[in-house]
């Protein structure tokens, strides 16, 4: 939904700064590489010292660069398979340390296993929920569902709940109880969602077979 959506606004509304760079000689996949950096040193400087505020904000003005490379490449018609797949991969690396950020937030100074657990959980489990979809789609199934919590999801639960925490750095009380709860919502919505892909591509695999069984049979008969 979120991706559906969000994407579809953000998209129009980044147009123009998606021309500007073009404009001045930028490329796509620089878009790509310094959005990734941006968020993988916001993650991993702010979120270990417990300042989410500060590193919600880092990563979320950098993360608007998934929106924008791939808005360059059309505007240019450089759109191709090399940007895809680059931008798909380095997505995972971003998300890979905003978890990280947070686990070892919770290894450390915040001092609280179960929760470093979670957010191994849901660095896990997001990988796992892409993971499927594109091993579904290489072996020719479309792994038609897109599930509870994708992508999208996960980020904008998770930024805005560990934004709104570290307003407690600020003074603000209990915003601190969203963090830990947005990370369980997040960790068991990414399960639920490999299920249903893993469902979804098990009965597209035996509706395959069989579709491939009655096709075999028919060209005996004649």
């Known amino acids: 939904m979120l991706n559906k959506y969000a994407r579809a606004f953000f998209t129009r509304v980044l147009t123009p700064f998606a021309a500007l760079l073009l404009r001045w000689g930028v490329s796509p996949d620089a878009v790509t590489l310094v959005g990734t950096a941006g968020s993988v040193a916001g993650a991993l400087v702010f979120f270990p010292r417990g300042e989410f505020f ?116 600020f003074g603000v009380s209990y915003v601190q109880w969203l963090l830990p709860v947005a990370l369980w919502v997040v960790g068991v919505g990414s399960l639920v969602t490999v299920l249903q892909r893993m469902l979804t591509v098990r009965r597209e695999a035996f509706e395959a077979a069989a ?12």
């Not at 998300?95 to 915040?110: E, M, P, R, S």
């Not at 579709?211 to 004649?222: I, M, P, Q, V």
């Open 211 to 222: 579709l491939a069984a009655r096709g075999t049979d028919d060209a005996r008969e004649s």
């Open 54 to 169: 500060w590193g919600t904000i880092t990563i979320t003005l950098f993360i608007f660069s998934d929106l924008v490379d791939g808005n360059m490449a059309r505007q240019a018609g450089t759109s191709n398979k090399w940007g895809a797949f680059l931008d798909s991969t380095l997505d995972r690396v971003a998300d890979a340390a905003i978890f990280g950020g947070l686990a070892l937030w919770y290894a450390g100074k915040g001092d609280n296993d179960l929760l470093c657990a979670v957010s191994i959980l849901c660095l896990a489990s997001g990988q796992v929920v892409s993971y499927t979809k594109a091993r579904a789609e290489s072996l020719g199934l479309p792994c038609k569902v897109s599930g509870l919590v994708e992508r999208a999801e996960r980020l904008v639960i998770t930024l805005v709940a560990a934004g709104v925490a570290g307003l407690h750095t």
